[in-house]
């Protein structure tokens, strides 16, 4: 893939020598929070973008921040618990292509890989491999984490501040107007335990919240250059992020990604597609997680809004009848993507719903607990999934249409599935 060898074995080995990301004690707490989910005590939010753009602003990684702490919140309301909060951010640069060129009016091109491998600009210079990049993804890695941690830690997230979170286009969405009569009983509430002397000062987790990173573990060369040995337990810990997942083209049992992943201590996830086997699964889970230790694995489902409620229930049942203690968790997106009319590739809200209403209906049906939801989301006001509160129409997906890879929920469709699927937990669906 990298033409010019030579900077390739360069940047990898300077990678080596760089600080990790994240430390081991951080992942350790994460399978502990995922072993929660996986009972059913907690629920999993995992959600940012299909591919981080190296040009990404502060004001549009905080404003994906805010509209996960929204989410959270409302989820957090109508079921009553925790909401475990994962981004696909600070690392979230690599993808897979099904094809390895590209050919417009003639012109045969390599894909677009992500901004840690090439460029999205569709010319000869602009798509070749360049290594430089996987320092520059390490180098905005950092500096997104870093304003992340600085954000949750920092006194932005504090809850008192639930109001000043809805942006004033989420704020005059159906939704948004919904997400302020919440926030209005939650600071009512915020100042009633103020005036028994219960506040952000003399309690942290009221001015803090824990979030943690995650991306597709797709070049296994950054990888393993920022895999370090915890001093502590003298587990191998890929410090790139706290949770890293193995997509659903690269899940094969006896292939690179599962033998790289199965080595790292770290929480791991791994996607499971509709043509994915009881036997697939299974053995996956015994690849991964050998020792069965709760938190350590989980499967991250994207069947399809049509296919979720057929494909799932045998999956669940054979990984239950197995004894593996997975956190199953729904990706809603990834099978429910069409080209509409314009040429632009999309998602229907309605599908998106659907699919998480299919495999909530999967989890009663089989008796496991549905842990969460995995989605593809921006803050900014995008135009890129239609329908929606705002019910967006095919005609206005070309307003503000961005992404460099999957179509993204824009901030108030995300707030509204956030209410969406709140409303299928709290009527019985868990
Ligand atoms: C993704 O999560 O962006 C992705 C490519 O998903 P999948 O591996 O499930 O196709
Ligand atoms: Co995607």
Redesign the pocket.
């Known amino acids: 893939m990298w033409p010019d060898t030579e900077a390739h074995a360069a940047a990898v080995q300077q990678l080596s020598l760089l600080p990790p990301l994240v430390f081991a004690g951080e992942a350790r707490e994460l399978t502990e929070r995922l072993a929660d989910v996986a009972t059913g005590k907690a629920f999993l939010l995992q959600a940012g973008d299909?591919a981080e753009s190296f040009d990404t602003s502060a004001d549009s990684i905080r404003d994906r921040l805010r509209v996960i702490l929204q989410m959270a919140v409302v989820l957090t309301y109508y079921t009553g618990v925790p909401v475990v909060k994962v981004g696909r951010i600070a690392g979230q640069f690599a993808k897979p292509r099904s094809s390895d060129t590209e050919t417009i009016d003639g012109l045969e091109l390599p894909s677009f890989r992500g901004h840690i491998v090439n460029d999205v600009g569709f010319t000869a210079d602009e798509r070749i491999a360049d290594p430089e990049r996987l320092l520059t993804a390490y180098n905005r890695a950092a500096a997104t984490l870093n304003l992340l941690r600085a954000f949750t830690k920092g006194g932005f997230a504090d809850i008192s501040r639930v109001h000043q979170w809805n942006r004033e286009f989420v704020a005059n969405s159906p939704a948004g107007q919904r997400y302020e009569v919440i926030a209005e009983e939650i600071e009512r509430a915020v100042r009633f335990m103020s005036a028994c002397g219960i506040n952000s000062e003399t309690l942290t987790d009221l001015r803090q919240v824990d979030f943690y990173t995650s991306h597709e573990a797709l070049l296994l060369d950054y990888e393993e250059s920022l895999t370090r040995l915890d001093s502590l337990t003298g587990d191998w810990v890929d410090c790139s992020a706290h949770m890293l997942w193995i997509g659903e083209r690269t899940r094969q049992l006896d292939g690179a990604h599962v033998a790289f992943l199965r080595g790292v201590a770290n929480p791991l996830g791994c996607k499971i597609g509709p043509t994915a086997t009881p036997d697939d699964v299974t053995a996956l889970c015994e690849a991964l997680n050998p020792d069965h230790v709760p938190g350590r694995l989980t499967l991250i489902t994207r069947m399809g809004a049509t296919k979720v409620v057929d494909s799932l229930p045998p999956l669940l049942s054979a990984v239950a009848d197995a004894g593996h203690p997975v956190v199953w968790v729904c990706d809603p997106?990834?099978g429910n993507t069409f080209t509409a009319d314009d040429g632009r590739k999309t998602r229907h809200f309605e599908d998106v719903l659907a699919e998480v209403s299919g495999f909530f209906a999967a989890h009663r049906f089989a008796g496991t607990h549905p842990g969460g939801v995995h989605l593809?989301l921006t803050g900014d006001d995008v135009t890129e999934c239609l329908g929606g509160g705002t019910d967006l129409v095919t005609a206005d997906l070309g307003s503000r249409y961005e992404t460099m890879?999957?179509p993204r929920l824009n901030g108030s469709q995300s707030v509204d599935l956030a209410f969406r699927v709140a409303e299928l937990l709290r009527n019985g669906a868990r």
Request: with cysteine.
């Open positions: 299909c997106m990834h593809e890879c999957d």
